[in-house]
């Protein structure tokens, strides 16, 4: 089956960065969110990017006309139901999700593949919502979605072998590079980074560094871009926090259970750049500075 026409549900930061690579990449495109604020707040982000790169000559003013063309915006789900794949990137809560695919299964034609965002979900859980798990995959982008280079292709035990290898072509076809993984906590990214962003916050607590310290340590010895606090403030200790909970769900390893000092943060709203406060004060953003904990 050519795929031709991409539906995404979804238009906040992940899902309209999502919609945007798809309609650069050539497919037509309509992307869905609850309310008409939600969708014109994710268009004018689509079309805040566009600019940026025809500032930059990256993009052609005609190229972004073409992807224009190629992109709609909808808040019906009925508007998805001649769509070849269907990408969700909604909340990250299994219930709403096994919801949506539940009603997408009875709206679309058999022959539609459907995928999802998650980063941490069992692919098979929101599978199961369907009648046609042979057809779904887990395609996890990672922020910013036009930016960044890798997405995930997760398989699941029930994933038909020429349909998994489908979506590993069209991820290459959105300009991204695919790598292949199976349906296991956290897939491949999240179970090795998670860890190291949890031991993190247990060093910080065990008194072997300072916020600082720890950041530039790891930037300069390992050479990473960023330190893990900093990082963790720029994914959100929410967010982190959330994964923990469901990998250590599945795993019941100390290395996926969240130290006592991350879930306090979260439980007072500091949950990174998002929020102002985190790791790092974002009062002033050009000059973060450490908490004291």
């Known amino acids: 089956m050519a795929i031709a026409k991409v539906g995404v549900v979804g238009c906040g930061l992940m899902g309209s960065g999502i919609a945007q690579v798809c309609a650069q990449a050539g497919f037509s495109t309509v992307v869905r969110e609850v309310s008409a604020e939600l969708l014109e707040k994710g268009l004018k982000g689509i079309e805040k990017n566009l600019g940026r790169l025809v500032e930059k000559g990256s993009l052609t003013e005609a190229a972004r006309n073409e992807t224009r063309r190629r992109l709609k915006g909808t808040t019906s789900v009925d508007d998805l139901k001649d769509c070849d794949v269907v990408v969700e990137a909604i909340i990250e809560q299994l219930p709403m ?5 539940g009603a997408l299964d009875k709206l679309c034609p058999p022959q539609t593949i459907f995928a999802s965002n998650t980063s941490s979900l069992p692919i098979i859980e929101i599978a199961a919502s369907t009648k046609r798990p042979q057809r779904f995959v887990g395609l996890h982008f990672f922020n ?42 956290g897939f491949i990214v999240n179970r090795l980074l998670v860890p190291y962003l949890l031991d993190a916050v247990r060093a910080l607590e065990e ?9 530039i340590s790891m930037k300069l010895g390992c050479g990473y871009p960023m330190g893990p606090f900093t990082l963790l403030d720029f994914v959100g200790l929410d967010t982190t926090y959330y994964i923990s909970q469901i990998m250590f769900d599945e795993f019941r390893e100390k290395r996926f259970a969240s130290p006592p000092l991350l879930k306090r943060m979260v439980l007072a709203g500091w949950n990174g750049r998002k929020s102002g406060r985190g790791f790092y004060d974002y009062s002033d953003p050009a000059n973060p500075k450490p908490m004291e904990l």
């Open 207 to 215: 008194g072997v560094g300072s916020i600082v310290d720890i950041d």
């Open 144 to 185: 910013p979605v036009p930016v960044m280079k890798l997405v995930e292709v997760v398989k699941t035990v029930a994933t038909d072998p020429d349909v998994y290898e489908q979506m590993v072509a069209f991820g290459g076809k959105l300009g991204k590079t695919p790598v292949r993984a199976n349906d296991g906590g």
């Open 97 to 101: 999700k096994r919801e949506l695919f």
